[in-house]
């Protein structure tokens, strides 16, 4: 049989042999958008229409694709973002990617309403665990949130802010994707013409949110699906995000930002790092590509936090675009699914390989020998190897090899 790499050379590859896989539902909740999905279409188009002029007659060169983020040097300049309901995307789907950032040196950041806990997956990780939080009105939930995360390894809290409510996501509703899930004949039907989903789902057991099973007297799937409302349902503002900075004793995040004042209001709130995105399409449906609104606000913080970028990446070239307006990292959440869905257990590591060769083949077509030779002008590494190479140290330049 062929390789793998040769069957599913792309994330799209991955995605369509996912499509096959998945019961029609579990598709719908991962692939869609909200509205009429304009976003969606719109964060691929934008980021296609970055173009990137190469430099040639760099000779004969490896990219150096790691990456210092958080106190941590990872293989790559991207990982796994976090993903609501995983499991119900490809059962055990949390606990492959885990494995995956262990054995890679990749981030992965696991949802407050992913179905494992932070206890069962933060082991996982090898360290590179991250830990995405909705933020509770109940403010003893919310401490305990905190407290079960660091103390299960999870050493970056990713602060979620663009969801104050959740968003229509029609195809989902006209799917019959519902929590708790209705299980109508329909529904039966098309688990029942997806096999190996539903083998793997009676393996693993039925998806449930395990994080917040403790919260609810019943401890069942439906009695936590129905408590979701109260987790997502925080509004966070900012005296609320400045009181868990102050809790929390590792790097914070901030996920969902777009316009530049909040950019700013961060880097005065001290955290460590900010998330553009626009949720991948699926909160608000006339929000801008998070490509386009990406200069902006990494200009406006100009160095003093880390500027990290989602919504939309489909491959190497995606990351090397984003490196080039100005984020310093990138993550994923569709592509580690649909590779788990594709493929199972071998999934992850297989969207990291396709990812880092994609990326380093498109480096080499560029010119660039590292990550920091990608940011634009204006962006604090790229000032720091300019002034590098006027005191002659080759640092951050494309150096031939053999």
Known sequence: ??????????????????????????????????????????????????????????????????????????????????????????????????????????????????????????????????????????????????????????????????????????????????????????????????????????????????????????????????????????RPDWDMLDAMRNAWPGHFVIKGILAPEDARRAVRMGADGIVVSNHGGRQFDAAPAAIDALPQVAREVGGRLRVLFDSGIEGGLDILRALSRGADFCLLGRAFLYATAAVGKRGPDLAYDILRTDLETNMIQFGAGNCDAMRPPWHPAATARAAASQRGDAAGQVSPKG
């Not at 002029?53 to 990219?63: A, E, I, N």
Request: aromatic share 10%; proline share 9%.
């Open 1 to 234: 049989m062929r390789p793998l790499g040769e069957r599913y050379p792309s994330i799209p590859y991955l995605a369509e042999r996912a499509r096959r896989r998945m019961p029609f539902f579990a598709w719908e909740y991962l692939a869609s958008g909200t509205g009429s999905e304009r976003l969606v279409a719109r964060n691929r188009a934008a980021l296609d229409a970055v173009e990137l002029v190469p430099r040639v007659l760099k000779g004969r060169f490896t990219p150096d694709l790691s990456t210092e983020l958080f106190g941590r040097r990872y293989s790559v300049p991207f990982g796994a973002a976090p993903v609501g309901l995983s499991g119900l995307m490809w059962p055990g789907s949390e606990r492959m990617i885990a494995r995956t950032a262990a054995k890679r040196a990749m981030p992965y950041c696991l949802s407050t309403v992913a179905n494992e806990s932070p206890e069962a997956i933060g082991p996982l990780c090898g360290g590179n665990g991250w830990f995405q939080l909705y933020t509770p009105i109940d403010p003893d939930i919310r401490a305990d949130l905190l407290k079960r995360a660091h103390d299960s390894g999870f050493g970056t809290l990713v602060v979620t802010v663009d969801v104050p409510v959740g968003s229509r996501r029609e195809r989902q509703l006209v799917a019959g994707v519902s929590v708790p899930p209705r299980f109508g004949p329909l529904t039966l039907y098309r688990a029942a013409i997806r096999p190996r989903w539903s083998f793997e789902t009676l393996v693993h057991g039925l998806p449930q949110f395990r994080t917040l099973a403790k919260y609810v007297e019943s401890g069942t799937f439906a009695g936590a699906a129905r408590h979701v409302g109260k987790v997502i349902d925080g």
